[in-house]
T-cell receptor, first 116, second 115 residues
Framework: AQKVTQAQTEISVVEKEDVTLDCVYE???????LFWYKQPPSGELVFLIR??????QNEISGRYSWNFQKSTSSFNFTITASQVVDSAVYFC?????????????FGQGTILTVHP | EAGVTQFPSHSVIEKGQTVTLRCDPI?????LYWYRRVMGKEIKFLLH????????ESGMPNNRFLAERTGGTYSTLKVQPAELEDSGVYFC?????????????FGQGTRLTVV
C-alpha cells in the first residue's frame, strides 16, 4: 500500500518570504513517480513537477525548487520569495511504476496563504 | 487546445436525488480518471477508463455510483441516490495512452453538495 503525508495543513507567510511544503511518502515499489500539483482558487489542479524514483537530482524552476531524498522518503517543495499569486492548495502525489498511468495517491494538501 | 472540462461546476441536491456529472477529456486522451476530494481530506482515486473500458474501478465507494464512457469520449458519473457523505469535489483527469512518463491533466472539478 502507498501513502502520502503532508503534515502541514495550513501555512501563512508574508510576501517575499521563502516557504517549504513538506511531503513524505510510503511505497514498497522501487519504481515510482512523485508529483506536485497546485490548486488555485479557480479549482483546477495544475501540474507542477514529476520526478521518477531513479532521479534524485534536485530541480529548480524559477522561484520553485524541489528536494527529493529517498533516504527519508521525502519530496519537499520550496517557493523562494513568495508572492500573493502563490496562494493556493498544494498537493503532493505518488504513482507506483506498475500501476495504470494516472492512478495517483494524493496527500491531504497544504493550504498556502501569502499575505501582501 | 482545450483542457479537461467538467460540468457542472457546482451542484446542490437533496439527499435521495440523482446527480450526473460530466467530464470531457482532452481530445485524443484515451485514459480518463475520476477522483474525489471529501472536505479537507486527500484526493482519492475512484476509477480509470481506457477508451470506453473500465480499467480499474477499485476506488468506487459503492453501487450508488455509476460511471460510463460510451464511445470512449466524454464520461459521466452518476450518483443515485445521493447521500450526505457524497458531498465533495469530483475531479476528472485525462492522459494519453502509451506513455507512462506523463502526467494526468485535471479539470476544475465539480463541487457536489448533498443536503
Amino acid at each position: 500500500a502507498q501513502k502520502v503525508t503532508q503534515a502541514q495543513t495550513e501555512i501563512s507567510v508574508v510576501e517575499k518570504e521563502d516557504v517549504t511544503l513538506d511531503c513524505v511518502y510510503e511505497t514498497r515499489d522501487t519504481t515510482y513517480y512523485l508529483f506536485w500539483y497546485k490548486q488555485p482558487p479557480s479549482g483546477e489542479l495544475v501540474f507542477l513537477i514529476r520526478r521518477n524514483s531513479f532521479d534524485e537530482q534536485n530541480e529548480i524552476s524559477g522561484r520553485y525548487s524541489w528536494n527529493f531524498q529517498k533516504s527519508t522518503s521525502s519530496f519537499n517543495f520550496t517557493i523562494t520569495a513568495s508572492q500573493v499569486v502563490d496562494s493556493a492548495v498544494y498537493f503532493c502525489a505518488l504513482r507506483n511504476g506498475g500501476t495504470s498511468y494516472g492512478k495517483l495517491t494524493f496527500g491531504q494538501g497544504t493550504i498556502l496563504t501569502v499575505h501582501p | 487546445e482545450a483542457g479537461v472540462t467538467q460540468f457542472p461546476s457546482h451542484s446542490v441536491i437533496e439527499k435521495g436525488q440523482t446527480v450526473t456529472l460530466r467530464c470531457d477529456p482532452i481530445s485524443g486522451h484515451d485514459n480518463l480518471y475520476w477522483y474525489r476530494r471529501v472536505m479537507g481530506k486527500e484526493i482519492k482515486f475512484l476509477l480509470h477508463f481506457v477508451k470506453e473500458s473500465k480499467q480499474d474501478e477499485s476506488g468506487m465507494p459503492n453501487n450508488r455510483f455509476l460511471a460510463e464512457r460510451t464511445g470512449g469520449t466524454y464520461s459521466t458519473l452518476k450518483v443515485q441516490p445521493a447521500e450526505l457523505e457524497d458531498s465533495g469535489v469530483y475531479f476528472c483527469a485525462s492522459s494519453p495512452l502509451g506513455n507512462r512518463n506523463t502526467e494526468a491533466f485535471f479539470g476544475q472539478g465539480t463541487r457536489l453538495t448533498v443536503v
